[in-house]
């Protein structure tokens, strides 16, 4: 294997060797500490422009699996590519082993021209990125040096959206997409129930359209540069249509209804983060993967704070008291992660379903 | 909340195979958790050597038998208004079922905390269970019922093939087996309807996965998996005799969320309160699963899964039976964040097993469907191949890692299809024949991802045996090879081509290493793998990494103490309570204890128990490295059992400072040679003993000691392959299987005295003072392993004479080899003559029993005396104690099918129990009953087949009070003629063999006999085939069996003179 360096912001230096596509590239470097899903996560638009960091040091175990798609969306993964910028890990299982699997994750790695390091003591960069917030780094081959990149500059979400309208399933109740880097599994879940979806880009002016319920995606960065749907959101906000947003879209709902955000200082990135409905003890473990957050106090009167995270009791989500919208900044539709608040989506098909029959 | 004060706590007794240390670990946290929240906790266990039967730990303890019946007197007795059942493994939970099934507990109006009982009883009744799953569509591994063949057949095309056909009603498996297709269907079912009128058809899960999730629920409804984890062994290997991971590794995403939302699904519907263990098969070719069991209580896995992420599940769960929430128990390591999360591991546990079948007669090897392990390890690495090659050098069964082992299998390919505790030294043997990745998994069904892992640890033995020298080692070649689990002994053996010392080797490997600067690092186990600061002590070493997690203070401040390793036989529980006790004791005195231990099942690797844990190997290289980086006072070897102190001497020699008694001490204490020249200097007796290597010299020894005599190697616990040998022919056939140890340890020969007693001394010394001691003796003679011998302390039987003696000999010892810490003597006392057959500069396995006897810590003063201060003798003599401790042995025979259930030199028990009594015959008799003894129905009988002419006259007077007592007598041929002629009434039965009616072993299947008494006569073939048919049908019936005429002897006289119903139902502090 050819060795590589991986540079951080902070001048630091730790030496890899290579598994994948051999290109220096520079990015923000994140960690997540979930022990599955690697192709998950790879593929997950709001990893853009990142250099990722599994915190579980053997990773690609169980290969890849090939690209099938059902009702045109693909079974696997959670978009068309690999999204990430790069992979640092400790230690790569060449040798996999699984029943589905069609490569492996090397070589995979290489199709799309995305380098994979290992070798790396990734504890010790975690704790460092826990501490620093993110941080820029690359990972460069054959001293051919290139500068930093920090993508939160760029605005991402024009980039992993898609540019093209698409309609899945053929049901009764019409969802409006919005695209601000959509994982996949948000289009499985939906269309387990009696639903048509049309999929739009994220700066798409929807107001017009024929919908019965508003699904504004997940997606990469800084919420503050989607100033576009934002827009579209306000507007949507003053009629009675249902509306469902996860993640990045909790934020941009929660910025048209008028609150702000905030970046966090350690940022949610695993499988594990326990949410609370205040004022109960009802739990649930979800999925996550953001480093901003709604500042729960610039909630307007009329919203209400849905979930909140009980370990750092951070916003995780906002509902409107009186109309069917509402919001979580972790990820109902899992892939990667645990599935137990999947039962959302049920709700927003019942708000559909109630809105229309009204 | 719920509204109790007063909460019984249920143990698991004595530690027997599949129900082991594990139970201290849960327990204690349990009953340390509920005296946070301030209840007044009551305690029932009968195992004197666990950590929670200590002081400080319930309020009250009762030393009785976890039955119905004790614990109903004791309900009467302490009124409590809550019971937990979930801690205290199957034992406990059987005893709940049964109190609510009784109603004792509605009648005393006690609650049970956590998961209801009605909820447990519907996860132990399989059908019930099976049909609650089917309503909620869930699958299980369910069987089909058929009376004939068409049946069987119509069912398989329901199921599909492969299936598992089994006998209805038979033992042991007959007439079972697997069918592939309709041909091998009918032949096999035609068999199996010749044992029995049902058969049982059942999907064929062979060559799955097997996969467990530890799930946690609130009353809230709250749910959250802890953990899951993956058998490296396919199903159809016990989970308790898997290598077992975690977490999974060969799981996708989705199969990983699939199971564990099954498992939530599971754990709602069972009304789970608490903590549940859930196990699946899953198809290797598919998302196929099958539900094989839940286990709603704390489990042996639970414990593991405790372990091996840093979540204390057994704490919690006694928080939830009390009604807290998960959103409301901080996580007690990172403390900023709640116990309602999913613990993140960035590293990766092996658990492995330890069998000790070698120690059994007859018993098979191969591992399957029912688990015959004593014990395990969990080893923790940053690779696979780190962890998997720590784990088999912690499990000391003689592997230095997966290579570089001296270990020869017979047949091959009979091994890999048909695994024993040897299959992993045969996969490394099949990879060095050149067998494939992809051959190995069509023999083995273990994927294929754990297979290449091996290889890559193969492949790399390969490359460092290129290197002709230790210095031709490349250094990225080396570090690669620390990096996956080699240790410097192991590159030692295949490096350096020398003829030297394998130690030395590893010591050369050590300074070239240190020199290139490969040096392992130290990590923490956080639970949420980084993601936020935590304030863990729970760490252990890897070479993959370059930095470390913790800083080291090197201020003389901090004191190590090396656990004991892995449960075996010989060596268990009663070890980890020493070392929690010197760890309490070094705290007391203001400094840091740090433990280095490695067993899952124990309280001392429990994070919150010392100062630092490093959940790693006791090895010399491994002690080392920590104690070059905490640079600490000294190390403590003395109370860890023999794993430790075999380390003594090679640490001393690398300038370790060990704290107490002197390791050359130790070593003149282990050395046969040496320690027998120093007692005859000081003119103390032995038994007259040769180490010999030519069987010439054997023979003429044997010519001059006379028959019988012991023979065994050198350097071992509990004496592998020792044995008693009453002839010329048995020294014979002997002397052929002891050659293999021949070679590397010679053969030692020691004269043997019958119907000698034993006695043995448990002491503390220091600078060779003796400050406190206790003695007791052995209820059976000489040539019952001390580990499975019936020990009373104080001593009831023994002349002044031979106390005073046993006194002063003790003294010149300690004196003469200057000890300052725990030491245990074993004598053997006949007539007026008094020999030393053992000597340990150790704990022994007495010392909680004479510590909780005395309730005078005898550990505690060892700890002060190791870490240097003066301290005064203890005052009371054992003529003060005005009560009798009995300490009795568990056997687990009936989990090791066809082992002759018969006691010798060598130890066969896995676990113990401790009474107390006001005199010696009730503490006898609540121990008896703890270890799983029953008092006879009146209704059936007693069978006596009572040996030699010497153990008849022994049992005479016992014969005599059942008969008395209104027993029925039933007696093998010679044993009722001798009864007869003493006027004594049986009905006699004939030997097994005879095949005459009435049999024996008809009596015994038809339960009309409810104790057997079976002393072992001699060894001639016809002896020994009926005598083990007769105990081994008494064990596969369940009817309790003894083979010691003492023991025999002195147990019904308790029966009959004592009764239980007037045994006293008194705590320990009531004594």
Redesign the interface.
């Known amino acids: 294997m050819k060795k590589a360096i991986l540079k951080l912001a902070d001048g630091s230096e730790y030496e890899g060797l290579s598994f994948g596509y051999e290109k220096s590239v520079a990015g923000e470097l994140v960690f997540y500490t979930a022990m599955t899903g690697y192709p998950e996560s790879l593929t997950d638009p709001s990893y853009k422009g990142q250099i990722l960091i599994p915190t579980y040091p053997m990773i690609g175990n169980y290969g890849v699996p090939g690209d099938e798609k059902t009702n045109g969306v693909s079974n696997f993964y959670e978009s068309d590519k690999i999204q990430c910028s790069a992979l640092v890990i400790s230690n790569y299982s060449e040798r996999y082993s699984h029943w589905d699997s069609k490569k492996s994750l090397g070589d995979w790695l290489k199709e799309w021209q995305v380098p994979g390091i290992c070798g790396i003591d990734t504890r010790a960069l975690t704790k460092k990125l826990r501490e620093y917030g993110s941080m820029s780094g690359k990972i460069i081959f054959d001293n051919e040096d290139i500068p930093f990149y920090d993508p939160n500059q760029d605005n991402l979400v024009a980039m992993v959206s898609t540019k093209d309208i698409t309609t899945y399933g053929s049901g009764k109740y019409k969802v409006l997409m919005v695209d601000c880097g959509m994982k996949n599994n948000i289009l499985r879940c939906l269309l387990k129930h009696d639903v048509t979806i049309k999929r739009v880009p994220w700066n798409y002016d929807f107001i017009n359209e024929d919908y019965d319920g508003l699904f504004i995606s997940n997606g990469p960065g800084d919420p503050a540069k989607c100033t576009e749907t934002v827009e579209h959101i306000k507007k949507a906000l003053k009629e009675d249509r249902p509306i469902m947003g996860i993640c990045l879209g909790n934020q941009l709902l929660a910025l048209a209804a008028g609150a702000t955000t905030y970046k966090l200082k350690y940022g949610h990135r695993s499988h594990n983060q326990p949410v609370l409905i205040p004022g109960t003890h009802r739990c649930f473990i979800t999925s996550q993967n953001h480093g901003y957050a709604i500042d729960d106090k610039t909630i307007p009167s009329d919203w209400e704070t849905m979930f909140i995270n009980l370990n750092d009791g951070t916003n995780e989500g906002i509902r409107h008291k009186e109309k069917p919208f509402f919001s979580t900044q972790f990820h109902p539709e899992a892939s990667s992660g645990p599935v137990d608040t999947e039962s959302l989506f049920a709700e927003f098909f019942n708000n559909m379903v109630k809105y229309k029959n009204r | 909340m719920e509204d109790c004060k007063k909460i019984l706590v249920l143990g698991s007794g004595a530690l027997k195979i599949g129900e082991s240390g594990e139970f201290d670990y849960s327990g204690s946290q349990a009953l340390k958790a509920l005296r946070e929240e301030g209840k007044f906790t009551i305690l029932i266990n009968p195992n004197i050597a666990t950590v929670q039967t200590s002081e400080g730990i319930a309020d009250v303890i009762y030393y009785l038998p976890v039955t119905p019946e004790f614990v109903e007197k004791v309900i009467i007795k302490e009124k409590p208004d809550a019971i937990l059942l979930a801690f205290g493994g199957q034992t406990a939970l059987n005893c709940g079922v049964a109190l609510h099934k009784m109603g004792i507990l509605k009648k005393y109006n006690i609650k049970v905390l956590g998961t209801p009982v009605e909820a447990i009883i519907n996860t132990e009744d399989r059908e019930l269970f099976a049909e609650m799953m089917h309503k909620i569509g869930v699958k299980t591994a369910k069987s089909v019922a058929v009376n004939n063949i068409d049946e069987a057949l119509k069912v398989v095309r329901e199921i599909g093939y492969p299936v598992i056909v089994r006998a209805a009603y038979t033992l042991g498996g007959l007439g079972s087996g697997f069918c592939a297709n309709d041909d091998e269907l009918r032949r096999l079912a035609e068999s199996a309807f010749s044992y029995s009128p049902q058969i049982l058809i059942e999907k064929s899960l062979k060559g799955w996965k097997e996969i467990e999730y530890e799930v946690v629920r609130?009353r809230?409804?709250?749910?959250?998996t802890v953990c899951n984890m993956e058998n490296f062994d396919p199903l159809g290997i016990h989970t308790g005799e898997s290598v077992v991971v975690a977490?999974?590794?060969?799981?996708?995403?989705?199969e990983?969320?699939l199971l564990?939302?099954i498992a939530?699904k599971i754990v709602r519907n069972v009304g789970i309160v608490g903590e549940c263990n859930v196990q699946y098969a899953l198809d290797?070719?598919?998302d196929d699963y099958r539900v094989i069991e839940v286990n709603a209580r704390l489990s042996r896995s639970s414990a593991l899964a405790s372990k091996a992420t840093g979540y204390p599940l057994a704490a919690v769960a006694a928080k939830l039976g009390l009604g807290y929430?998960?959103?409301?128990i901080p996580n007690a390591v990172t403390k900023?964040?709640?116990a309602?999360?999913?613990?993140?591991?960035?590293?990766?546990v092996c658990k492995i097993p330890r069998w000790d079948l070698g120690k059994f007669e007859g018993v098979s090897k191969l591992i399957g469907s029912s688990m015959k392990s004593v014990g395990e390890v969990m080893s923790i690495g940053?690779?696979?191949e780190e962890a998997i090659q720590k784990g088999l050098r912690m499990v000391g069964q003689g592997m230095h890692g997966f290579t570089g082992n001296t270990i020869t299998i017979p047949d091959l390919d009979f091994e890999l299809n048909n695994p024993t505790d040897k299959r992993l030294a045969a996969i490394e043997i099949a990879f060095d024949r050149g067998y494939t990745?992809d051959r190995l998994h069509d023999m083995t069904k273990i994927?294929?991802?754990f297979l290449?892992?091996l290889e890559n640890i193969h492949l790399l033995k390969l490359e460092l045996a290129k290197c002709a020298s230790l210095e031709q080692i490349p250094q990225a070649l080396l570090l690669e090879a620390k990096q996956m689990g080699y240790s410097d002994y192991q590159i030692g053996k295949i490096v350096i081509k020398d003829n030297i010392d394998p130690h030395k080797k590893a010591l050369e490997v050590r300074k070239y290493r240190q020199k290139l600067g490969i040096k392992p690092?130290v990590?923490q186990i956080d639970t949420?793998?980084?993601?936020?600061?935590a304030q863990t002590n729970y760490l252990y070493i890897t070479y993959?990494?370059?930095?470390n997690?913790v800083d080291f203070n090197h201020d003389g401040k901090s004191v190590i103490v090396l656990g004991s390793g892995a449960y075996r036989i010989g060596s268990s529980v009663e070890f980890d309570w020493c070392g929690v006790a010197a760890v309490k004791k070094i705290q007391e005195m203001g400094y840091r204890a740090i433990m280095i231990n490695y067993n899952p099942e124990t309280v001392s690797t429990d994070y919150d128990i010392c100062d630092r844990l490093f959940f790693d190997e006791l090895t010399l290289e491994r002690v080392l490295d920590i104690y070059e980086m905490e640079q600490p006072k000294g190390v403590i070897v003395s109370t860890g059992g023999q794993i430790p102190n075999n380390l003594a001497l090679l640490l001393d020699k690398q300038g370790v400072n060990i704290l107490g008694t002197p390791a050359k001490s130790i070593d003149m204490a282990e050395d046969r040679q040496k320690f027998s020249e120093m007692c005859d200097s000081l003119g103390i007796d032995q038994p007259r003993w040769k180490e010999l290597t030519d069987i010439k010299d054997i023979y003429s020894f044997v010519d001059e000691v006379g028959l019988p005599v012991l023979i065994r190697p050198s350097y071992v616990l509990s004496g592998a392959a020792m044995r008693v040998v009453e002839s010329r022919d048995e020294l014979e056939n002997a002397l052929k299987n002891a050659a293999v140890v021949s070679q590397e340890h010679p053969v030692v020969v020691t004269e043997f005295l019958q119907r000698a007693k034993e006695v043995e001394i448990d002491a503390v010394a220091q600078r060779g003072v003796i400050k406190c001691y206790a003695i007791s003796e052995h209820i059976e003679y000489a040539g019952v392993h001390s580990g499975d011998a019936t020990v009373v302390f104080p001593a009831q039987k023994l002349y002044y004479e031979t106390i005073r003696r046993i006194k002063k000999i003790s003294k010149q010892i300690a004196q003469t080899l200057n000890i300052s810490g725990p030491f245990n003597i074993q004598f053997l006392a006949k007539d007026n003559s008094l020999r030393v057959i053992e000597c340990n500069l150790r704990a022994s396995r007495s010392f909680p029993f004479v510590s909780k006897i005395t309730k005078f810590n005898f550990i505690g003063m060892a700890t002060e005396i190791m870490l240097g201060k003066e301290v005064e003798p203890y005052g009371k003599t054992f003529a003060d104690i005005d009560y009798v401790g009995v300490k009795s042995s568990q056997f687990s025979f009936a989990r090791l099918l066809k082992a002759d259930p018969v006691l010798g030199v060598d130890m066969a028990s896995t676990g113990e129990v401790a009474c107390i009594g006001d005199n010696y015959h009730a503490a006898l008799l609540k121990s008896m009953l703890s270890v799983g003894h029953r008092i006879p129905d009146k209704n059936k009988g007693v069978l006596i087949s009572s040996g030699s002419a010497k153990s008849k006259v022994d049992l005479l007077d016992a014969s005599r009070m059942l008969k008395a007592k209104g027993y029925k007598l039933y007696a093998t041929g010679g044993t009722a003629d001798f009864l007869a002629a003493n006027g004594i009434e049986s009905e006699v039965l004939h030997w097994p063999d005879t095949g005459k009616s009435p049999n024996v072993i008809d009596y015994l299947s038809n339960h009309k006999i409810d104790l057997v008494i079976n002393i072992p006569k001699n060894n001639t073939a016809r002896e020994l085939e009926n005598g083990h048919k007769i105990r081994r049908t008494a064990i596969d019936f369940n009817i309790p069996l003894i083979t010691n005429a003492r023991l025999a002897s002195a147990y019904i006289y308790s029966v009959c003179q004592i009764g239980v119903e007037n045994l006293k139902i008194k705590p320990w502090n009531e004594y």
């Open positions: 609130d809230y409804d709250n749910c959250i977490p999974s590794q060969t799981l996708s995403d989705h990983y969320h564990r939302s939530i290797p070719e598919s929430g998960l959103d409301e900023v964040t709640k309602c999360f999913e613990p993140a591991l960035d590293y990766v940053r690779t696979f990745v994927d294929k991802w290449a892992r690092v990590k949420l793998a980084g993601e936020y600061p993959n990494g370059t930095e997690d």
